[in-house]
């Protein structure tokens, strides 16, 4: 069929069609409750809030780094829709809608794009959002965000109308405008303040400078690094006007006045809360405690995004021996995508999958080009391959996450791995917040530098080569890890250029023949991430990956 919008939105409406046989995408259980009986939990000691409209959840990760231009880590990002709000939000159907925008017109044959603000939109500090603001903002978030620099590329000028209207001029037409606008994947466009946003680009937001206009206030005074993070309902926020809430668009209409992160790294005193309704939210439970928590009639455990979350090993493309590209065509071979996602969430085959490429598996970019030729689970080729490649027992230093389960389970497999290899491994343990510091050191090894990491992609980053941050070659410009590949990048200029599926699709088998020729990463698989609840909250409790905490109330 023709593929003249070029959108990763309609790819997501023909999956949603797919997965759902022709239905609208629904939240659904995902466990069936066969488990054997299991013994019960001691209930930690938490301290009962005392106010009535107050939402305890405990997030997948403790928030280290609060600005989400500087990093991808999803809990920077999820904390940033508490904040910040964004032009354009993405419902359910993968639509762009306005969100912080009134509308838009498009003008000179495409090239023209004006857009106009709502009315009445404000800061926390109570100044009014302006154009300014929003240019500012774009600019900033297009200097780290693989979406961004390519709607860049082609931007020209920013122009300030008026307070409430500005101007994006282009050197020729692109269609994906509103998509990038509306991208709730890392990173996300959030429209902050110009003072802030005036911030470089690679330099770090300070707590204080957590100013958004989004349905929530950061609480300062009450935060707590690695314990606690409090939000409050913004008295200033004013919702779209009409519209369905759906996924990050519509009205987002908040009816707690004060929501609590709870940072518990041991799942097992998370789940005895969340059963003691001492909690209200488990963003991921971890596999070991899915069957118990859905034999708790006032539990619900259901897997929301259909497109789950894609395992991966990213290597240092700057220093030996991951610079040496047969080095890295040597580790595929050795990996058992099966053994990383079993060690995630467990051995039900409804919640892992293997034999992922570069794409997200069931979409239309998906391939099987190369799979069956490189994932040959061949720990002896791999050893053969390393000796020919040159190796001479350099040093790896594995940075290996302790406190999120997920990624605690693929380094413990990884550095397994490594190990059966006979690679000189320096297993380095530590939590999640120093490997989001650590990775972006350039440094060699002999000053705190580093050779490999793993962390998980959402499905929705890698349906397509827009927003696919692992799938480039720009060097030490590009994403942390800094692989270089000239093909790629042509590749996926063209695929921005392609003028049907078709020719997209073909495209893409060339992109993941480059993937397993260049490894700038290696995919280690899929799961399906359950998330577990009260029955007492109502809502859209979650969307695509992105907890929300607008529209979710509880009943009484």
């Known amino acids: 069929m023709e593929w003249t919008r070029r959108s990763f939105r309609s ?36 301290a009962q809030p005392t106010a009535a409209r107050v939402l305890r959840f405990v997030p997948h990760a403790n928030l280290t780094v609060m600005d989400p231009i500087w990093t991808t880590a999803y809990v920077t990002r999820n904390h940033g829709f508490m904040v910040w709000d964004t032009l354009y939000g993405l419902d359910k159907q993968y639509r762009p809608q306005p969100q912080m925008a009134e509308g838009h017109t498009v003008e000179n044959d495409g090239r023209t794009w004006v857009f106009t603000l ?22 900033r978030w297009a200097a780290r965000d693989a979406f961004g620099a390519k ?54 937001l300070r707590p204080e400078q957590m100013i958004g206009s989004g349905p929530f206030r950061f609480k300062r005074d009450e935060f707590n690094p690695g314990s606690l993070v409090v939000y409050e309902r913004n008295p200033a926020y004013r919702p779209r ?14 009816h707690f006045d004060r929501i609590e992160w709870r940072v518990i790294p041991d799942p097992a005193t998370v789940a ?7 909690i209200d939210w488990w963003e991921q439970p971890t596999g070991d405690y899915l069957r118990l928590l859905e034999r708790n009639r006032n539990i619900t455990v259901e897997v929301q995004d259909q497109l789950g979350l894609i395992a991966t090993l990213r290597p240092n493309h700057l220093h030996a021996p991951m610079n040496n590209q047969k080095f890295r065509q040597a580790l595929i071979r050795a990996v058992r995508q099966s053994d990383y996602m079993q060690a995630v969430i467990g051995t039900d085959p409804r919640l892992h999958r293997k034999g992922v490429g570069a794409f997200t598996p069931g979409t239309p970019l998906a391939t099987d080009t190369g799979i069956a030729e490189v994932f ?3 720990i002896a080729l791999a050893r053969q391959m390393i000796r020919d490649s040159g190796y001479s027992n350099e040093r790896v230093v594995l940075l290996s996450t302790t406190d999120l389960p997920s990624l605690a389970a693929l380094s413990q497999v990884g550095g397994a791995m490594f190990r059966e290899l006979g690679v000189n491994l320096d297993q380095q343990a530590m939590d999640w917040g120093t490997v989001v510091q650590r990775r972006a050191s350039k440094e060699p090894l002999e000053r705190g530098g580093w050779s490999v990491f793993f962390t998980f992609w959402a499905g929705l980053d890698h349906l397509n080569p827009a927003s696919h941050h692992m799938l480039r070659g720009q060097g030490e410009a590009g994403f942390i890890g800094w692989p270089t590949s000239p093909r790629l990048e042509q590749l996926r200029d063209a695929w921005f250029e392609a003028p049907t599926l078709e020719a997209q699709k073909a495209i893409a088998a060339e992109m993941q023949r480059q993937l397993f020729i260049d ?7 899929q799961y399906f991430q359950p998330i577990a609840y009260r029955r007492t909250l109502t809502g859209a409790i979650a969307a695509g990956g992105v907890p929300v905490f607008w529209n979710v109330r509880r009943a009484a």
Do not use: W
């Open 376 to 378: 040959k689970e061949d």
């Open 11 to 46: 790819m997501l409406r023909l999956e949603a069609h797919r997965m759902t046989g022709g239905m609208t995408m629904k939240r659904r259980h995902f466990l069936a409750a066969t488990a054997a009986a299991a013994s019960g939990l001691a209930a930690p000691a938490l």
């Open 118 to 139: 709502r009315e009445g939109l404000v800061f926390h500090d109570g100044e009014p959002v302006r154009s300014a603001d929003v240019i500012a903002s774009l600019k």
């Open 519 to 525: 490894v700038p990463y290696i995919p280690l698989g």
């Open 151 to 204: 709607l860049a590329s082609v931007v020209t000028e920013y122009v300030v109308r008026s307070d409430r209207v500005f101007e994006i001029r282009l050197s020729k037409p692109f269609p994906l405008m509103l998509d990038a606008l509306a991208k709730p994947t890392s990173n996300v466009p959030f429209i902050m303040p110009e003072r802030v946003a005036a911030t470089d680009p690679f330099t770090q």
């Open 272 to 278: 005895a809360a969340l059963q003691a309704g001492e």
């Open 241 to 254: 006007a009409g519209g369905e809430p759906s996924f990050t668009a519509g009205p987002k209409v908040v």
